[in-house]
């Protein structure tokens, strides 16, 4: 991604502190990633909500690595219907 998104630092803490989230743990690059993967994979539609998702496993399984769960949904993208 050739974008400057430091430009939105101040966003993202801003809505983590609304939101009581530590902006420490927010990754927007991998966030960014994840949702162009799952919607050139052609589920354009359940890219959001694939973002969603993975904030839901993140913040229920704190044991577990982000990275592995974001596998695990990548994974589970190819059951998704094509559109």
Same mark, same amino acid.
């Given at each position: 991604?050739?974008?400057?998104?430091?430009?939105?630092?101040?966003?993202?803490?801003?809505?983590?502190?609304?939101?009581?989230?530590?902006?420490?743990?927010?990754?927007?690059?991998?966030?960014?990633?994840?949702?162009?993967?799952?919607?050139?994979?052609?589920?354009?539609?359940? $890219?959001?909500?694939?973002?969603?998702? /993975?904030?839901? *496993? =993140?913040? &229920?399984? !704190?044991?577990?690595? $982000?990275?592995?769960?974001?596998?695990? /949904?990548?994974? *589970? =993208?190819? &059951?998704? !219907?094509?559109?």
């Amino acid at each position: 991604m050739s974008e400057d998104l430091t430009r939105w630092d101040p966003f993202v803490r801003h809505l983590c502190d609304a939101l009581g989230i530590d902006s420490t743990n927010t990754d927007v690059p991998a966030i960014l990633d994840l949702t162009r993967i799952v919607a050139h994979s052609g589920a354009r539609p359940m $890219a959001p909500v694939s973002a969603y998702l /993975l904030g839901l *496993a =993140v913040g &229920s399984r !704190p044991g577990e690595s $982000a990275d592995e769960l974001r596998d695990i /949904l990548l994974e *589970a =993208v190819s &059951s998704a !219907p094509h559109v």
